[in-house]
């Protein structure tokens, strides 16, 4: 896949990623946007997103992303980050409307809706596979900031098992175009408000642990959301929380979406495949990272998946 042939055939690009983007679905998407402003001054380029997080302000050009729908005709859209068309709703018209498609995306469950679909499951994120379909010489320093994001973001720093040799490289080439990446580490990853160490230290508090201390789960209700102010973007760093609890090998973190229905997030250490309990709910993502929506009450969802989690421990022996 080389995006600079593609590009040299088109007029007009329109740039989307997944509902509740995370830094490597604004990294890629933004990161594309760029390259093109940067390379291709010529094509017209529309990014699609839902608002990005204050924390990735640092990143150039954040302001420009166009959170409604326009009505223009596009010679490509492109999708990166997402594996399915309900998880660019807002967005969806762009896909039977521009003249042709094409997705990018490191999700196992991609459901290859796209023209040309560029799906390398597992891989450390989007933007590693973003890195490798564009030319090196021709990423500027501000698209290495937006590369670099969504590879901190989607590796946990360089931690997760989806991180290899080649992740690293890559990393290793994007920090030659100078970029800070200290504080973008900082900004992009660690850094909370206020608000934010809040609930995450309300959301450890009120942690549940389960299966013989293998399994741990937090909850935020809505009332609990709107008391700090918060939405469900804003909840990144509490799973991680969880997950690093001694002993663990899932964590589960779920939050209110609406009266009854949760966003639930799930993350493995070691053995437990957790995109398979979500793909079994009707979401989907990593082996080792995944997440799904899901209605009742905390209690109901918590028994609903750990039924399917009993399911895996005793696959693996453990009781
Ligand atoms: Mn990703």
Not at 69 to 82: A, G, N, P, T
Not at 177 to 203: L, P, V, W
Not at 227 to 234: A, E, N, P, V
Request: some cysteine.
């Amino acid at each position: 896949m080389n995006w600079n042939e593609k590009l040299e055939t088109v007029k007009s690009v329109a740039i989307t990623g997944h509902v509740r983007p995370d830094g490597d679905c604004i990294g890629s998407t933004l990161g594309f946007y760029n390259y093109i402003l940067d390379n291709f001054p010529e094509i017209e380029v529309d990014l699609f997103l839902e608002q990005p997080g204050q924390e990735f302000s640092y990143l150039k050009n954040i302001e420009k992303v166009k959170t409604t729908l326009s009505e223009k005709q596009y010679d490509l859209f492109v999708v990166f980050d997402c594996g399915d068309e309900g998880r660019f709703e807002p967005f969806r018209g762009l896909l039977s409307k521009a003249s042709h498609t094409i997705c990018m995306d490191h999700h196992m469950a991609n459901s290859g809706f796209a023209d040309e679909n560029y799906v390398v499951p597992d891989l450390s994120s989007t933007c590693e596979l973003l890195y490798t379909s564009l030319t090196d010489s021709m990423i500027s320093r501000e698209v290495a900031e937006c590369l670099y994001t969504g590879i901190i973001c989607d590796t946990g720093i360089f931690k997760y098992q989806s991180t290899t040799s080649e992740t690293m490289r890559i990393a290793g080439r994007l920090m030659d175009k100078g970029i800070n990446h200290t504080k973008i580490i900082d900004d992009g990853f660690y850094t909370k408000t206020y608000h934010q160490n809040q609930i995450m230290g309300r959301a450890m508090l009120e942690s549940v642990l389960f299966y013989g201390g293998k399994c741990i789960y937090s909850a935020a209700s809505m009332e609990i959301m709107e008391f700090y102010g918060l939405d469900g973007k804003q909840m990144g760093g509490v799973i991680d929380q969880l997950r690093n609890t001694q002993g663990v090998e899932v964590a589960i973190f779920m939050y209110e979406l609406k009266k009854g229905e949760y966003k639930v997030s799930m993350r493995a250490k070691d053995y437990i495949d957790v995109s398979r309990v979500c793909r079994f709910f009707g979401g989907g993502g990593h082996v080792k990272a995944a997440g799904c929506t899901m209605q009742g009450t905390v209690h109901d969802i918590v028994n609903n998946l750990g039924a399917q989690l009993e399911i895996q421990f005793k696959e693996h022996g453990v009781n």
